[in-house]
């Protein structure tokens, strides 16, 4: 009961400082970050896919209004309660729900307006929920999304989803679409350094010779060293960690890499390195 007291009195004398503030002309004041439970910031990324369901007798997306034309998707209007899900399979576990609406906006292309919410509903992030405006051409690859905001843990989130079509049924209009959250401005941790060579003749392969140097925390100061060959249009490439310095003096292990991005035009990529190593 004590503490009941104490938070609903925490809680009228912020409100109270919020409704003095409206008074004249000073309508506006700076609080304590606190008061909105806001901390450190964190870096997070996760991956869910996205069912867009249409058919059958309870569909996730239904049409309010159908497209201007049977050429164009332009002024279509759709509404969305769209399991969110740890794998590709429609059954695989549930971790919450994409709500809102996506709209027909392009004439020329099949591009739409996108406006919804992830709702959470497992683990810590239950009840929590960010936001995602922006445009989405369906029939890119890889689709990036402004995420706008949140609630919950999301407070104040910012950042981006990349957004990759995995399966769609053309006659239903069914479709799984990976969704990845990227927080925006992500910490650096340190530099890769080194060489890429092209290496094969048949495939596009490289031999990566490169060393890992960090540059914070712990870790400031201390390298892995890489050297192995790098299939880049495979999913998953393995590679063997060779050697260290500093904290990770006498190092062995391997490095798991994944494509996350990548630039046709310019070429600039980015990849994800999962880092297993045994070290002194």
């Known amino acids: 009961m004590a503490n009941l007291i104490l938070i609903i009195t925490s809680h009228i004398l912020l409100l109270a400082a919020i409704v003095s503030a409206g008074k004249g002309e000073n309508f506006a004041k700076n609080i304590n970050r606190k008061h909105f439970g806001l901390r450190k910031e964190k870096l997070t990324f996760f991956r869910v896919y996205w069912h867009d369901i249409q058919s059958g007798t309870d569909p996730s997306s239904v049409v309010l209004r159908p497209p201007l034309s049977n050429s164009s998707f332009f002024g279509a209007v759709t509404m969305i309660d769209n399991r969110l899900t740890t794998g590709v399979s429609v059954n695989s576990t549930l971790v919450g729900q994409a709500q809102g609406m996506y709209a027909g906006a392009g004439q020329h292309d099949a591009s739409a307006l996108m406006v919804m919410n992830f709702a959470f509903k497992t683990g810590k992030y239950n009840g929590s929920t960010i936001s995602i405006l922006g445009r989405n051409a369906v029939m890119t690859k890889v689709r990036e999304m402004p995420v706008i905001g949140g609630s919950g843990l999301f407070r104040f989130a910012r950042g ?3 957004a990759r079509t995995k399966w769609l049924n053309v006659k239903t ?9 990227v927080p925006r401005n992500s910490t650096v941790v340190g530099h890769a350094q080194g060489i890429y060579a092209g290496a094969s003749r048949g495939e596009i392969g490289y031999l990566m010779v490169l060393s890992f140097a960090f540059k914070t925390g712990k870790y400031n100061g201390s390298t892995i060293s890489v050297l192995g060959r790098n299939i880049v249009f495979s999913k998953v490439r393995e590679m063997p960690v060779v050697g260290g310095s500093g904290m990770f003096r006498f190092a062995s292990g391997y490095v798991e890499a994944r494509t996350k991005s990548f630039e046709y035009k310019t070429g600039e990529a980015t990849v ?9």
Do not use: F, K, Q, R
Not at 272 to 280: D, G, K, L, R, S
């Open 160 to 162: 981006y989803v990349e």
């Open 173 to 181: 209009g069914d479709a799984t679409v990976e969704y990845s959250y």
């Open 272 to 280: 994800e390195y999962n880092c297993y190593v045994v070290h002194y």
